[in-house]
Nanobody
Framework: EEQLVESGGGLVQAGGSLRLSCTAS????????IGWLRQAPGKVREGVAC????????YYTDSVKGRFTISADGAKNTVYLQMNNLKPEDTAVYYC??????????????WGQGTQVTVSS
């Protein structure tokens, strides 16, 4: 059974840092693109960052460039999202998701349960 488990959310002050983890099981980790998406109350879900485990390509949405870093550890089947200089507008439920194939046009087949990130001003 394919499963994604997130951890690392929490409450932090503006300017602080958090690291989210997403551990995958039951899928061929090296063949998947893993993405982090977030949804704030009353807003549509948006993609934050993703990494192709095939070739290491990464993508970041403009609002997090220079502040967030996505990385993958194949030995642990885990993708991390290091979030620095957090802002109140980063407050959301963060989800990791996995889809087969490369970054471009990825369709996510599997989703984690979500982890809450709250940034206080």
């Amino acid at each position: 059974e394919e499963q994604l488990v997130e951890s690392g959310g929490g409450l932090v002050q503006a300017g602080g840092s958090l690291r989210l983890s997403c551990t995958a099981s039951g899928l061929s980790f090296d063949e998947y693109t893993i993405g982090w998406l977030r949804q704030a109350p009353g807003k549509v879900r948006e993609g934050v960052a993703c990494v192709s485990n095939r070739n290491g390509d990464t993508y970041y949405t403009d609002s997090v460039k220079g502040r967030f870093t996505i990385s993958a550890d194949g030995a642990k089947n885990t993708v991390y999202l290091q979030m620095n200089n957090l802002k109140p507008e980063d407050t959301a439920v963060y989800y990791c998701a996995a889809g087969p194939g490369p970054l471009g046009g990825v369709s996510y087949d599997y989703w984690g349960q979500g982890t809450q990130v709250t940034v206080s001003s």
